[in-house]
C-alpha cells in the first residue's frame, strides 16, 4: 500500500513541477495577486485633491482652506471661478471634493448667523466620498467651536475658558484604522482556497481527459491510495502558498503577526481538508477542465462574499446570515485575523477550529464517497 501511495506522489510533483509555467502559476502567481489584490483593495485615503470655489475671497474664508490644507489630508489642486469649471474638474477626476463658500460667508458668522458651506464629492467614489466627507466634518466642527467661543468671548468681555467634553477613541489591534492591514489576512485566504480547488479539481479532470483514468482503474491502486496520492501534494503546495503569502504580508506590508504561528498552520491543515473535498467533488461532475474551471468559480465566489472578507456579514439579511454558518472561509478569515491582528489564542478561537474540523471531515468523506462510486 504505501509503495503505491509513494509512487503515486512522485508522479504527482513530477508531473506539477517538470512543466515551467505550472511552477509559475503554484508560486509566483500568488505572490502578484497578493501585492496586487491587496493594493487595489485598500481603501485608506491619505491625500485628498481639494478644488477651492471661494467666492467670498475673505480672511474666515481663506483660514478654512488653510484649516483643510494644515491637516495633512488635503492638497489644494485647482481654485475655481465659474460652475462649469467645478463640473469639469469632477468629470475628469482631476479633483477628488471642491469646496464652495459663497459671497458674505464672513459676514454672516460676524453676525451670529449659520454660514453655509458647499461639499461637492464624485459620488461615484461611494467610499472615497465618505471617508472625504468625514475629514471635512471633523476638521470643520473643530473649527467652528473655536470660532463659536470667540464669539461668546467678544459679546461677553470675559475669556472663555475652552473646557469641552472631548471623545478621544482607541482603535485595538489596528490603531491608525489601516485597512491594508484588514484585506491582507483575508486576500491571504484567497488565493489559498483558490490554488487548492483548482489544482486539486482540474488535475484529476486532466487524468479523464487524456486517458490515464481507465488505466488507474484496472492498475491495483485503491480507490483510497488514489485520492490520496491526488490530494496530499496539493495539501502540501497550499501550505507552501501560505508560507510564502505570509512572509511577503508580514515584511512587505508589515502586517503584525501577534498570535503563535502554529496555530495558522493547524488553521491552514483543516481548511485545507474543505476546500480539497471540494475540489475532489467538483472533478466527479466534470467531464472536462473547462467545466471544473467553471464549477470551481461557481463555489467560490459566493464563498468570498459569505465569508466577511470585504462585507460585514452582520450587516447582511438574517437568512443570509444563517447560510455563512455553513461556508468554512468564514471561519478560516476569523482565525486568520485573529491570529495575526489580535493575537488571539486557541482558548479564544477553539470554536472555529472545531467547525472547520467536522465540516472537513464531512466534506472530504462525503466526496471520497461520491469520487469512489465514480470510479466503480
Known amino acids: 500500500m504505501f509503495e503505491r501511495i509513494k509512487h503515486m506522489l512522485i508522479k504527482e510533483f513530477l508531473q506539477i513541477f517538470r512543466d515551467f509555467r505550472m511552477r509559475g502559476i503554484i508560486f509566483v502567481m500568488p505572490v502578484v495577486q497578493l501585492v496586487v489584490f491587496s493594493y487595489a483593495m485598500a481603501s485608506d485615503v491619505r491625500i485628498v485633491a481639494l478644488a477651492v470655489f471661494d467666492l467670498d475671497k475673505t480672511p474666515l474664508s481663506r483660514q478654512v482652506i488653510s484649516t483643510l490644507v494644515g491637516s495633512g489630508y488635503f492638497n489644494v489642486v485647482g481654485h475655481i471661478h465659474d460652475d462649469i469649471g467645478a463640473q469639469d474638474l469632477l468629470d475628469k477626476g482631476k479633483a477628488q471634493a471642491i469646496i464652495r463658500m459663497n459671497p458674505g460667508f464672513e459676514g454672516q458668522v460676524k453676525a451670529g448667523r449659520t454660514a453655509p458651506i458647499q ?189 466577511g472578507f470585504a462585507f460585514p456579514i452582520a450587516n447582511m439579511p438574517t437568512i443570509i446570515q444563517y447560510f455563512t454558518y455553513l461556508n468554512p472561509l468564514r471561519y478560516f478569515l476569523i482565525i486568520v485575523r485573529g491570529v495575526f491582528l489580535k493575537g488571539s489564542d486557541f482558548s479564544i478561537l477553539w470554536p472555529e477550529f472545531a467547525a472547520l474540523l467536522v465540516m472537513g471531515i464531512f466534506i472530504l468523506w462525503s466526496a471520497s464517497r461520491r469520487f469512489q462510486k465514480t470510479l466503480s
Request: hydrophobic fraction near 55%.
Open 119 to 307: 461639499l461637492l464629492l464624485d459620488g461615484t467614489e461611494t467610499t472615497n466620498s465618505m471617508i472625504i466627507n468625514q475629514y471635512i466634518v471633523r476638521i470643520l466642527s473643530d473649527l467652528n467651536r473655536g470660532i463659536l467661543l470667540d464669539r461668546i468671548s467678544r459679546q461677553t468681555g470675559t475669556k472663555i475658558q475652552k473646557g469641552v467634553v472631548e471623545l478621544r477613541n482607541r482603535a485595538w489591534f489596528n490603531e491608525n484604522y489601516d485597512n491594508i492591514n484588514f484585506f491582507v489576512p483575508g486576500v491571504m485566504i484567497v488565493i489559498v482556497t483558490l490554488v487548492s480547488l483548482m489544482l486539486t479539481a482540474m488535475a484529476i479532470v486532466r487524468e479523464k481527459e487524456i486517458g490515464t483514468m481507465e488505466q488507474i482503474m484496472v492498475s491495483p491502486i485503491t480507490p483510497f491510495e488514489f485520492i490520496l496520492g491526488k490530494t496530499f501534494p496539493f495539501a502540501l503546495i497550499g501550505m507552501v502558498d501560505v508560507v510564502i503569502v505570509m512572509i511577503v504580508g508580514v515584511f512587505w506590508f508589515e502586517i503584525p503577526l501577534r498570535g503563535e504561528i502554529y496555530l495558522l498552520f493547524l488553521a491552514t491543515a483543516l481548511f485545507l481538508l474543505t476546500t480539497l473535498g471540494i475540489g475532489l467533488f467538483i472533478s466527479t461532475i466534470s467531464k472536462t477542465q473547462q467545466q471544473a474551471l467553471m464549477s470551481t468559480f461557481f463555489f467560490f465566489q459566493p464563498a468570498i462574499f459569505l465569508s
